[in-house]
């Protein structure tokens, strides 16, 4: 079967029940640390040998069930079915039984080693009332096939239909070329400008702009909790708490997730300190992404607020909730999911959102894309936004500060699902690598438009000119590795904390290692003892793992840099320069 040669499909062999599904779950928290509670209705299947090597990173939405005797039925039409067997579903069962998400479901989790794998069917799914009423057989023997509905077209036509035509909006000549249609002239009775107009056709302009903020006040508060930056840290501080369109530029282990919070933080206490209050939205690409942020703020800002007058929110979708360990961690972030487009806001929904439209205290919100445009679409009604109210609803204008961690991976479109919420005078810090690979489109873009339709960060770099900020210390490579990163095309001053880093190896029982990290003078204490790695297989080796003297040359202290290459199936490179 292709799909599953290709690991992009899975064959699963039998949906467990009873003790068993009991057993598996388990087996499951263990291996993924998830919490997986069984009241949480989730379906548990054994994965054939051969889609063991799956390539899915839960949780992960867009997968969909058919039995394997049946290809056909995620092609067949939604509604006749249904009709057949007198079976309703929540939502509209419009398109086919793949586009009605009549089997959809969500990936949990999944262990390979154990052949096991969680699913958490979508709220039309409706494979109980298919197998109720003997049309299909979903308890074996079942492929799980990736599904490409589109979950952002809807949203970002919602929102730009709200944006009107302001006289900012002209027509890029090459996209004119690459639409097939006339550039277009100036409007005779533009719109009004708006935050989203100004970022989309005016970012440089932006960028320019001054945003008045007390720095000493700002930075006293960070530097009193013992909040400490590197000189290149405090750099992008700057440039991000007082310009309208700031970009930092800061690759992996240079403490960009660290800045961002001092960032957040500063402009808290600043507008404590001046008596106004303030909207901050902490969004990215993916929920990993924008809780490498938001999560670190409730341990941050008690210290430097200890009054603590702020409130932190996590908006979420039902698919991606905190685990309970980080729940328990996390105390002091509330978790609010809006559901779907055509769900009626909840009680808390509604609440947070009155919180956003008022001016007073500090309200801090972290999410992606989607979930706060569904935020912004929620209303008290049973139905959905029709009319003036649907092009107002994506233009809620809350935020005075917009952060956008990894906008290497977030594209434009989406992007405007976030801008279009800062206020008038609010400010949107991009944040990311310059190198990182750009989203992956079904489709490359036309010549000349990458940087249009591309990410965030490239939109604002290269489409508008807007000069970054560089992070330029490494804390997580020594300087072999880093001075190969500026010939990749890194910038000239990236360098290494600790140049000369080496693993430290412990004799076997030995656990007696201090390491003393001091930002304010750039220094590294590692004191311990070094151990002898094996020249022979060591006697309680495990036998599932393959043993080789090449664990020991990899692991060698001496070489400043290891190189250990493999053949991966699973994976394909994205980039040229990945591939060899």
């Not at 479109?413 to 750009?438: E, F, Y």
Request: with cysteine; proline share 8%; charged share 25%.
């Amino acid at each position: 079967h292709e799909r599953v040669t290709r690991f992009k499909s899975a064959l699963l062999t039998e949906r467990l029940e009873g003790p068993d599904r009991g057993e598996a779950l388990e087996q499951l928290r263990a291996a993924t640390g998830e919490a997986l509670p069984a009241s949480d209705g989730l379906w548990v299947y054994r994965l054939s040998d051969t889609s063991r090597q799956f390539n899915v990173r839960p949780p992960a939405l867009g997968y969909a069930l058919a039995p394997r005797a049946h290809p056909d039925l995620l092609n067949k039409s939604a509604f006749p079915l249904l009709d057949e067997y007198g079976i309703t579903i929540d939502g509209n069962p419009r398109g086919s039984v793949s586009e009605a998400g009549l089997t959809s479901v969500s990936v949990k989790a999944i262990d390979r080693e154990a052949g096991l794998i969680a699913l958490k069917p979508w709220h039309t799914n409706c494979v109980p009332d298919l197998e109720a009423c003997g049309a299909y057989d979903f308890a074996g023997d079942v492929m799980l096939d990736p599904t490409s509905k589109d979950y952002l077209e809807r949203k970002v036509q919602e929102t730009l239909a709200g944006l009107g035509r302001p006289a900012s909006a002209r027509l890029d000549p090459q996209a004119a070329l690459a639409l097939g249609v006339e550039p277009d002239s100036a409007p005779t009775n533009p719109d009004p400008e708006t935050p989203l107009s100004e970022y989309l056709w005016n970012a440089q302009a932006l960028s320019e702009q001054a945003v008045p903020r007390d720095l000493d006040t700002a930075r006293d508060a960070l530097e009193a909790a013992g909040y400490a930056l590197n000189e290149s840290q405090w750099a992008a501080w700057e440039v991000a708490l007082t310009r309208g369109l700031p970009l930092v530029w800061g690759p992996p282990g240079t403490g960009r997730s660290r800045t961002l919070r001092g960032i957040v933080a500063a402009a808290a206490a600043e507008a404590q300190a001046s008596g106004r209050g303030l909207r901050v939205l902490i969004a990215a690409h993916s929920y990993r992404a924008m809780d490498n942020v938001l999560l670190g703020l409730d341990e941050l800002l008690p210290q430097v607020l200890p009054e603590k007058p702020y409130e932190l929110y996590r908006v979420q979708s039902g698919y991606n909730l905190l685990s309970d360990k980080k729940q328990k961690k996390h105390p002091g972030v509330v978790a609010v999911t809006p559901g779907s487009l055509y769900e009626r806001g909840t009680p808390d929904v509604l609440a947070l959102k009155d919180r956003l439209d008022s001016d007073e205290g500090i309200v801090i919100v972290g999410t992606t894309p989607h979930q706060l445009h569904n935020l912004a679409m929620s209303t008290s009604f049973k139905s959905y936004p029709s009319g003036g109210t649907r092009k107002r609803l994506p233009h809620s204008r809350w935020f005075d500060l917009v952060v956008i961690d990894e906008a290497s991976q977030l594209d434009v479109a989406a992007s405007t699902l976030l801008v279009s919420k800062r206020r008038d005078d609010g400010a949107i810090v991009l944040a990311g690598d310059a190198l990182q690979p750009a989203p992956l489109h079904k489709a490359d873009a036309p010549a000349g438009l990458e940087h249009l339709v591309g990410s965030v960060y490239g939109f604002a770099r290269h489409r508008h000119g807007v000069a970054p900020q560089a992070l330029q210390v490494n804390y997580r490579s020594n300087e072999t590795l880093v001075a190969f990163t500026r010939r990749a095309g890194y910038d000239a001053g990236l360098h290494a904390f600790h140049p000369d880093l080496r693993l430290a190896l412990l004799p076997r029982g030995r656990a007696d290692v201090h390491v003393a990290l001091d930002l304010r003078n750039d220094s590294l204490e590692v004191t311990g003892y070094v151990g002898r790695l094996p020249d022979e297989r060591p006697a309680d080796w495990p036998d599932a793992l393959h043993w080789t003297p090449g664990w020991s040359a990899l692991l060698d202290p001496a070489p400043a840099a290891a190189c250990f290459v493999y053949e991966d199936a699973v994976r394909s490179p994205v980039t040229a320069f990945a591939a060899p």
